[in-house]
């Protein structure tokens, strides 16, 4: 069966440092992987998107970047943090679509991420 | 106008209560979910839908394609089904739009 790991749970860091946050998917092949941010109060909004190695889409324009160096293997990253980047981050997987509507996403356990 | 837009946006309700959440949207969409986030902010995939109705225990789900407009039922209602119901719009996976979400308490 497969699963999906998100670490670490919970975070708190301050403002202007960097970070990383890593999402694992066990148990399927080139899925495709998704970054989701939840802020407070407000509802979730899609951040990345992957369909492949290498191969990463961004929904808005912010201070975060993604990276996937493995088939399995979704990175959230950032340089220097700011207030507005806390909140509640979920790391989502998918079977690949060939064609058609997007299969059901399946979502981690999610990141709670403070910003002082 | 947002593109997808729910209600109510908060529900009370008694044990045992049949409860409807509805989902209206204003753009062309491949499918809809229907999300259930609990009080730790988990998130569970309820359904995928692209047409018609699908039922998974106590949980209906409907979309009318035309109308733009889906509903979540929850039959019997249980104090565990105590959480926020989100519904979101999937455009093949371009374009991911999530509803504002539905608060439901069930009390016992």
């Known amino acids: 069966s497969q699963t999906i790991h998100q670490w670490p749970a919970t975070l708190v860091q301050p403002v202007g440092s960097p970070l990383s946050l890593e999402c694992t998917v066990e148990?399927?092949?080139?899925?495709?992987l998704y970054w989701y941010r939840q802020a407070a109060g407000r509802g979730l909004q899609l951040l990345f998107y992957?369909?492949?190695?290498?191969?990463i889409s961004s929904e808005v324009p912010q201070n975060l970047s993604a990276s996937r160096p493995q088939d399995r293997q979704f990175i959230l990253s950032s340089k220097k943090l700011l207030l507005s980047d806390s909140g509640f981050y979920l790391c989502?997987?998918?079977?690949?679509?060939?064609?058609?509507?997007?299969?059901?996403?399946?979502f981690g356990p999610g990141t709670r991420l403070t910003v002082l | 106008k947002n593109e997808v837009e729910q209600s109510p946006q908060n529900l009370t309700a008694q044990e045992g209560e049949f409860i409807t959440i509805n989902c209206s949207y204003s753009?062309?969409?491949?499918?809809l979910h229907w999300l259930q986030q609990h009080p730790g902010g988990g998130i569970v995939s309820l359904f995928m839908?692209?047409?018609g109705k699908k039922k998974h225990g106590r949980l209906i789900a409907t979309i009318n394609i035309q109308e733009k407009h889906s509903s979540l039922h929850i039959t019997a209602s249980h104090p565990r089904d105590s959480a926020v119901y989100i519904c979101?719009?999937?455009?093949?996976?371009?374009?991911?739009?999530f509803g504002p979400g539905t608060r439901l308490s069930v009390l016992p």
């Open positions: 989502a997987w998918s079977p690949t679509r060939q064609r058609g509507p997007t299969d059901t996403q399946y």
């Open positions: 148990g399927t092949s080139n899925p495709n």
């Open positions: 992957s369909v492949g190695i290498g191969q």
């Open positions: 753009v062309g969409i491949s499918a």
């Open positions: 839908l692209s047409s």
């Open positions: 979101a719009l999937d455009n093949y996976g371009q374009n991911f739009v």
